[in-house]
């Protein structure tokens, strides 16, 4: 009976994962089409004559890594926190059906979705790239999956357990994204510095990673069993489950409200001000000015993301992070005709651009669309451009902070040169470049009514853009076609324009790019104002 009631609840969670497209489509195409864009990028010669060995070999089997770690921790943990902030979790808990039960028909529905994308993505490189399992390793590579699967899925219970609401999705991806970089995923095999690469052994990621390549890996003796990269993963298991155990809340924790007792605020005496004492000025009173009004909103959206640290880190602390770590690992080379962290600095303002403009703005638009607040507001005095223009003005803010942040990280750590002349160029990239994802950010969250969803949207299709425009650096040259798919969306222009800008040679005034920019944006608008007409006139 008991089996019968997990099998049930699995077989429930399955489907309902497939029943939704975005979330299928992030955690299986994604892992997937950065499979087709770094096998187009490093090629796949064959690495040895005698065996007919090729280079997708040792590419695939960590990207299958990433998937499973993918859909294990980001996915189930941002699934818990859209179940429990439904109230699904806590309705559940009101039935017969045991606790053990739930997370167990959680776990199990997770695992499925893993053994598929590993499934669809060694079958594709099978079919495709002549991937070749081998056969004395085939048990030990099924045990360091599943145990891999297990680690990474008590991991995702732990940060449904410690982060609460959309953050689960920024922290969850950041992470990974971060963990990528040093675990012999994204950069593999790269000569990191021993203090990174230290690090980069502490996490589970590296030695998941290292289990599944060295399984299929044909050149190495042996069964495949590797005992110090299953422990760490144990351990790392047994760590999340005892963290979802301390901390896991079936019920959405109530909004914390900062509010002063009576007591504490202060009175203010009446009568005339004593002499010597200065007046304190009068609140401004009458209609407010639109300045004043936008004002309001910036302060709003700067304190909400101020309560939010992993979205703040995800949009401004990773890029730097990013850009230390390229820096460090490929040291004083030229991409594009400049120095490395030259370019880096285009790059990396580029991903703030589409995370602060598109990916954030998407998100908070949809997210309070979905609680009413947006609703709200016409009965309110505060006209809807001033919501807007907030939210926008604050992502603005965060990416000129974050680009200051990044241009003096590469100044003064790895010797980039940045003068005052390049700036009012580098400023017209950035202006224009946020106004054009501002727009496409507003246009997602017109046509898409949940923060999760528009999060999973704006998120996945950046990040495939951002490899497509060489945003980040692949390791090698992408074929033309991909070049060619770069060169029709903003994200490569954006990028562009910033890498003329900021050229210590000098570089012509990027007008294409520009010019490409301002159709992205006149074209956004206009489709925004075709789906607010069409919702008019049905309604």
């Known amino acids: 009976?008991?089996?019968?009631?997990?099998?049930?609840?699995?077989?429930?969670?399955?489907?309902?994962?497939?029943?939704?497209?975005?979330?299928?489509?992030?955690?299986?195409?994604?892992?997937?089409?950065?499979?087709?864009?770094?096998?187009?990028?490093?090629?796949?010669?064959?690495?040895?004559?005698?065996?007919?060995?090729?280079?997708?070999?040792?590419?695939i089997p960590v990207l299958a890594v990433f998937g499973i770690a993918q859909a294990c921790f980001g996915t189930l943990a941002i699934h818990l926190a859209d179940l429990?902030?439904?109230?699904?979790?806590?309705?559940?808990?009101?039935?017969?059906?045991?606790?053990?039960?739930?997370?167990?028909?959680?776990?199990?529905?997770?695992?499925?979705?893993?053994?598929?994308?590993?499934?669809?993505?060694?079958?594709?490189?099978?079919?495709?790239?002549?991937?070749?399992?081998?056969?004395?390793?085939?048990?030990a590579l099924v045990l360091s999956?599943?145990?891999?699967?297990?680690?990474?899925?008590?991991?995702?219970?732990?940060?449904?357990?410690?982060?609460?609401?959309?953050?689960?999705?920024?922290?969850?991806?950041?992470?990974?994204?971060?963990?990528?970089?040093?675990?012999?995923?994204?950069?593999?095999?790269?000569?990191?510095p021993r203090w990174l690469d230290v690090i980069g052994w502490i996490f589970p990621l590296r030695h998941f990673a290292n289990a599944v390549g060295d399984g299929l890996n044909p050149f190495l003796p042996g069964t495949g069993f590797y005992g110090d990269h299953l422990a760490v993963l144990a351990v790392w298991g047994i760590a999340g489950v005892a963290v979802a155990l301390w901390r896991f809340q079936w019920e959405r924790p109530p909004e914390r409200v900062a509010t002063a007792s009576p007591a504490a605020r202060p009175v203010r005496p009446a009568g005339p001000d004593r002499p010597g004492r200065v007046a304190r000025p009068e609140p401004p009173?009458?209609?407010?000015?639109?300045?004043?009004?936008?004002?309001?909103?910036?302060?709003?959206?700067?304190?909400r993301l101020r309560r939010d640290p992993a979205t703040a880190f995800f949009t401004a602390i990773l890029p730097v992070l990013i850009l230390v770590l390229i820096s460090l690992v490929f040291g004083d080379v030229r991409t594009q005709g400049v120095r490395l962290a030259q370019f880096m600095i285009a790059s990396m303002i580029t991903y703030v651009i589409g995370i602060a403009g598109y990916v954030n703005l998407a998100e908070t638009i949809?997210?309070?669309?979905?609680?009413?607040?947006?609703?709200?507001?016409?009965?309110?005095?505060?006209?809807?451009?001033?919501?807007?223009?907030?939210?926008?003005?604050?992502?603005?803010?965060?990416?000129?902070?974050?680009?200051?942040?990044?241009?003096?990280?590469?100044?003064?750590?790895?010797?980039?040169?940045?003068?005052?002349?390049?700036?009012?160029?580098?400023l017209v990239a950035i202006l224009l470049g946020f106004a054009c994802f501002s727009v496409l950010g507003a246009l997602v969250s017109t046509l898409v009514s949940k923060g999760a969803t528009a999060n999973a949207v704006t998120l996945s299709s950046f990040l495939l853009l951002?490899?497509?425009?060489?945003?980040?650096?692949?390791?090698?040259?992408?074929?033309?076609?991909?070049?060619?798919?770069?060169?029709?969306?903003?994200?490569?222009?954006?990028?562009?324009?910033?890498?003329?800008?900021?050229?210590?040679?000098?570089?012509?005034?990027?007008?294409?790019?520009?010019?490409?920019?301002?159709?992205?944006?006149?074209?956004?608008?206009?489709a925004i104002a075709a789906v607010t007409r069409w919702r008019s006139a049905t309604r």
């Open 366 to 426: 949809s997210t309070d669309k979905d609680r009413g607040i947006v609703k709200r507001l016409a009965g309110t005095p505060l006209p809807r451009w001033a919501y807007y223009t907030g939210a926008a003005t604050t992502g603005l803010c965060v990416t000129l902070a974050a680009a200051v942040a990044l241009v003096a990280v590469a100044v003064l750590g790895f010797g980039a040169e940045v003068r005052p002349g390049m700036l009012p160029g580098a």
């Open 1 to 59: 009976m008991n089996a019968r009631l997990v099998l049930g609840l699995v077989r429930h969670e399955t489907v309902s994962f497939f029943r939704a497209p975005i979330a299928a489509v992030f955690t299986l195409a994604l892992p997937l089409m950065m499979m087709v864009i770094l096998g187009a990028s490093v090629g796949n010669a064959v690495i040895e004559d005698r065996s007919g060995v090729r280079v997708m070999q040792f590419v």
């Open 466 to 526: 951002a490899f497509v425009s060489e945003v980040f650096v692949v390791g090698g040259t992408l074929p033309a076609g991909l070049r060619a798919v770069g060169d029709l969306f903003p994200v490569k222009h954006t990028a562009l324009a910033l890498l003329a800008a900021l050229d210590p040679a000098g570089r012509p005034w990027p007008w294409t790019d520009l010019a490409v920019l301002a159709g992205w944006t006149v074209a956004g608008v206009l």
């Open 145 to 192: 999956l599943l145990v891999g699967a297990g680690c990474f899925a008590a991991l995702g219970f732990a940060l449904a357990a410690v982060v609460r609401g959309a953050a689960v999705q920024m922290v969850g991806t950041g992470l990974l994204l971060a963990l990528a970089f040093i675990s012999d995923i994204f950069l593999p095999n790269a000569p990191l």
């Open 84 to 139: 429990r902030d439904r109230g699904y979790l806590k309705r559940l808990r009101g039935t017969p059906v045991p606790a053990w039960a739930v997370i167990s028909g959680l776990a199990g529905a997770t695992l499925v979705v893993s053994m598929v994308t590993v499934v669809l993505l060694l079958g594709t490189g099978m079919i495709f790239y002549d991937l070749r399992l081998v056969g004395r390793t085939l048990p």
């Open 285 to 303: 009173t009458g209609r407010p000015t639109p300045g004043r009004l936008v004002r309001g909103q910036v302060a709003h959206a700067l304190s």
